[in-house]
């Protein structure tokens, strides 16, 4: 719709994750270099743990890009209930039959990553919302983890969700569960520094030739949204329609700050206190 009008060879700020796209700040490198080190270093667990829209999903998303081909990869990206549910979703995910009773399951995933162990394979397990996971579902986990052979491990499980997974997992009753894990990072939000820099980066990133945002236009976008990206995306790309209606070249202050008392009316964004930004 704006990309002609503005120079731009696609939309910069889609909401949907896009490994391409990925502005490289300091947590969003950090995260990934411990997704990285899970992968290299056959860890049981890694966790990575952020607020909504904060770019979890992309970094797996890039993280399957280069993975080795002899790897295969599980993605549960839904939030299995109970022991039995929570297997047939891992046997799904890695294509292989799921109508069984749980013992006949249990036994015939042993077999699958002995046989891939075998053949030199290895097998990697990611579930993303995965704070919606009851604590006997995470006990399950454990359990599966513990198939392997001698100093190998078969079965490397890769959690990714909420903050909320982040509190369950120091709760007392899954003390186990917690020690298990060999790398976690929690991503927080960016800084009002970094949202400019970010604003910028994708846009040049789409052929942008000279900054689009104003320094005021970035600074109203870092305060109301708290520097969430997906937020930031949302922002962003309705400014951009909003300066195409216009015809206004450059994006301002006004502008954004148009967008978001529309987004206010209709309840979608609510201005948090600055507090709540990363420190610069």
């Known amino acids: 719709m704006y990309e002609a009008f503005y ?42 743990t952020g607020e909504i829209g904060s770019g979890k999903t992309t970094l797996v998303r890039r993280l399957l890009r280069g993975l080795d081909p002899n790897i295969n990869v599980g993605l549960i990206s839904n939030t299995p209930h109970g022991r039995k549910e929570l297997l047939q979703w891992v046997m799904m995910s890695l294509n292989q039959p799921f ?17 891939q162990y075998t053949s030199n394979r290895r097998t990697i397990l990611i579930i993303d919302e995965a704070q919606n996971l009851q604590p006997d579902a995470l006990e399950t986990l454990r359990m599966l983890s513990n198939i392997n052979a001698d100093k190998d491990q078969f079965l490397q499980l890769i959690l990714v969700g909420q903050p909320q997974l982040k509190e369950l997992l120091c709760t007392p009753q899954l003390v186990q569960f917690a020690q298990r894990i060999s790398a976690d990072f929690h991503l927080k939000s960016l800084s009002t520094s970094e949202v400019t820099q970010y604003i910028d980066y994708r ?58 008392a529309d987004k ?5 964004f609510s201005q948090p206190r600055s507090a709540s930004l990363g420190k610069e």
Not at 222 to 238: E, F, M, V, Y
Request: proline share 5%; aromatic share 12%; with cysteine.
């Open 203 to 260: 846009l040049k990133a789409v052929g942008a030739s000279s900054p689009l945002f104003s320094n005021e236009a970035c600074a109203a976008v870092a305060q109301a949204s708290g520097g969430i990206p997906r937020k930031i995306n949302i922002l962003c790309d309705t400014a951009l329609v909003y300066g195409f209606a216009t015809q206004t070249k450059g994006v301002t202050q006004e502008i954004v700050n148009l967008v978001i």
């Open 99 to 115: 109508d069984e009773k749980y013992s006949v399951l249990f036994f015939k995933f042993q077999q699958y990553l002995r046989e």
């Open 7 to 48: 120079g731009l060879r696609e939309k910069p700020f889609s909401i949907l994750p896009d490994p391409e796209l990925i502005y490289w700040g300091p947590n969003h490198r950090l995260a990934y270099a411990m997704l990285e080190f899970g992968v290299m270093n056959s860890a049981g667990f890694t966790v990575i």
């Open 264 to 268: 206010q009316d209709f309840g979608i």
